[in-house]
């Protein structure tokens, strides 16, 4: 909503605004996390040059991208989803790529004595 109303009230200044929700990016963060497949209904993730590429191809033409065919056909399920709902069904898929058991917990702190 932001990105869109900044888009609509900056547009004639000729400044362009664009959120980019691209979902998963195969970038080196992501595979360090080691996360498991994410599923049958999730797309996989994207190159981040393909992520760029349609990103930069957007300017100046629409206030908001979700790169890549799949990604969009998912975001539809907002039409048929409550918000709540969609937000259970992506914490759930990312606590399945992500089980208990590779979570790394942060160090402890020092005791100051």
């Known amino acids: 909503m932001l990105a869109e109303g900044?888009?609509?009230e900056l547009r004639p200044s000729g400044?362009?605004?664009l959120a980019?929700?691209?979902g998963l990016v195969a970038t080196p963060t992501y595979a360090h996390g080691n996360p498991a497949p994410p599923g049958w209904l999730v797309?996989?993730?994207m190159p981040p040059r393909q992520v760029a590429r349609e990103t930069l191809a957007a300017l100046g033409r629409q206030p908001v991208l979700i790169p890549g065919r799949r990604n969009r056909l998912l975001s539809s399920a907002s039409r048929l989803l409550?918000?709540?709902q969609l937000v259970?069904?992506?914490t759930a898929r990312t606590r399945a790529m992500y089980p208990p058991e590779?979570?790394?917990s942060a160090p402890e702190a020092e005791s100051a004595e």
């Open 6 to 8: 900044l888009w609509a």
């Open 15 to 17: 400044v362009d605004v």
């Open 20 to 22: 980019c929700c691209p």
């Open 43 to 45: 797309p996989g993730p």
């Open 82 to 84: 409550s918000h709540r």
């Open 88 to 90: 259970a069904a992506a």
């Open 102 to 104: 590779s979570h790394r």
